[in-house]
């Protein structure tokens, strides 16, 4: 098998990239080792940035987005039993943030590919990267009971935190960032009306806690756990008590509740490996970098990366130029760097640390200016809506 990129992951940023490439002409394989009806199921993220819908709708793929999606223009942050309102829209000239699960676009990212005649194989296994000191690397894998091997210009990771691209690189090229923070995330997804017509971020006593959605009859809730706890620890009737407790407020307002349809803990990190290529291989997404999920950035941040990648390919298959690869690296990690200390800014200000007194002093204290001051309003509200990119985008209106 021969391509000119191949593609590891078929998630957000690999089927992006596919369709980033697929516009210029660029021919690629995109390889999971999932099923289809996996990875169109999996609940993840489903904040979208203002730029990160532009993009869909610029290649086509928001049409369903735009039906179906909810408009977000501001979000609240709760403490002291008072809900105070960051106007995202006024304070960012306009810009919006759009709920739309992350499963929902996957869904629209394989429908459109494959309705395109893309190649995307589904629940390859045994996936190894080699050759990366050649001129055209190699990804082998199992596909339907037989071996193969493609060949490609390029390599793209796409492949999360636990895929083997990263791994494939040598010893000593990457350096790599950890933060492990000493609490979990439990989130469910319940069959419930949204209790409110925005995000709510609160800052409680006994821990954060998150009232998301996912459309008008899908609540998404999380809770702030020790990290040692389990699922067996919170049955159904404890999540919906301690929510009430940490998102309770002065004045009316009154959490619904209902099944709930999925749940999960999943453990907060920041992490970074740099530099985020190597030779022809190249890392997007959760291949490169972890934020926690307070930012809603992570899927946000996989889109800005492969968007600089495919800047970098077009340019390479249209003239040779190899000077936008060579940076990509540079490139994408001023962006992942910001967002990075977004991500634990929020996280520090709004999850409980420790019993220490001074360290609730000084969370206060910050979530007060940041409602009070219009100056710290906007700066929150320009890294939540999403920072503009800071590399060419590539021109989306030449058909492959």
């Known amino acids: 098998m021969d391509t000119q990129v191949a593609i590891v992951g078929a998630g957000p940023a690999?089927?992006?990239?596919?369709?980033?490439?697929?516009?210029?002409?660029?021919?690629?394989?995109?390889?999971?080792?999932?099923?289809?009806?996996?990875?169109?199921?999996?609940?993840?993220?489903?904040?979208?940035?203002?730029?990160?819908?532009?993009?869909?709708?610029?290649?086509?793929?928001?049409?369903?987005?735009?039906?179906?999606?909810?408009?977000?223009?501001?979000?609240?942050?709760?403490?002291?039993?008072?809900?105070?309102?960051?106007?995202?829209?006024e304070l960012t000239g306009g810009k919006t943030i759009t709920i739309y699960g992350q499963h929902e676009l996957v869904k629209d990212l394989i429908r459109a590919r494959l309705d395109k005649g893309g190649d995307i194989l589904f629940e390859v296994s045994d996936v190894t990267v080699g050759a990366l000191d050649q001129s055209r690397p190699t990804v082998r894998f199992g596909y339907s009971g037989a071996a193969h091997e493609l060949t490609a210009d390029f390599v793209a990771g796409c492949d999360g935190f636990h895929g083997i691209c990263r791994p494939s690189i040598p010893a000593g090229v990457l350096h790599s960032y950890e933060r492990v923070y000493p609490f979990s995330w439990l989130g469910i997804l319940a069959q419930a009306p949204?209790?409110?017509?925005?995000?709510?971020?609160?800052?409680?006593?006994?821990?954060?806690?998150?009232h998301s959605m996912r459309s008008a009859e899908i609540t998404r809730l999380y809770l702030q756990v020790a990290p040692d706890e389990t699922l067996d620890d919170w049955p159904d009737h404890r999540i919906w008590n301690e929510l009430r407790t940490r998102l309770a407020r002065v004045g009316d307002w009154e959490l619904t509740t209902g099944p709930v349809l999925e749940k999960g803990i999943t453990p907060m990190r920041s992490f970074v490996a740099e530099p985020m290529q190597?030779?022809?291989?190249?890392?997007?997404?959760?291949?490169?970098?972890?934020?926690?999920?307070?930012?809603?950035?992570?899927?946000?941040?996989?889109?800005?990366?492969?968007?600089?990648?495919?800047?970098?390919?077009?340019?390479?298959?249209?003239?040779?130029?190899?000077?936008?690869?060579?940076?990509?690296?540079?490139?994408?990690?001023?962006?992942?760097?910001?967002?990075?200390?977004?991500?634990?800014?929020?996280t520090s200000m709004l999850h409980k640390l420790s019993d220490d007194a001074f360290d609730e002093r000084l969370q206060l204290s910050q979530l007060r200016y940041v409602t009070s001051s219009a100056a710290a309003a906007t700066s929150l509200a320009e890294n939540y809506v999403g920072l503009p990119y800071t590399f060419q985008v590539p021109p989306v209106a030449v058909s492959a």
Not at 303 to 309: E, I, P
Not at 313 to 340: E, H, N, P
């Open 278 to 346: 190597h030779r022809r291989l190249f890392l997007a997404g959760d291949a490169a970098h972890i934020v926690p999920a307070t930012g809603a950035k992570g899927l946000n941040l996989a889109v800005a990366d492969v968007t600089a990648l495919a800047a970098g390919l077009t340019a390479w298959y249209a003239s040779g130029r190899t000077d936008l690869l060579d940076s990509y690296s540079r490139t994408c990690l001023q962006r992942v760097w910001r967002v990075q200390h977004f991500s634990w800014w929020m």
């Open 194 to 210: 949204p209790s409110s017509a925005e995000l709510i971020y609160a800052r409680h006593e006994r821990g954060f806690a998150l």
């Open 14 to 89: 690999g089927l992006v990239l596919s369709h980033l490439l697929d516009r210029q002409g660029i021919d690629c394989v995109v390889l999971e080792n999932r099923s289809r009806a996996y990875v169109e199921s999996r609940i993840r993220a489903g904040v979208l940035e203002h730029s990160t819908v532009e993009l869909l709708r610029a290649l086509g793929l928001a049409d369903r987005l735009i039906r179906e999606r909810m408009v977000h223009h501001g979000l609240e942050f709760l403490f002291e039993g008072t809900a105070h309102r960051i106007a995202l829209s």
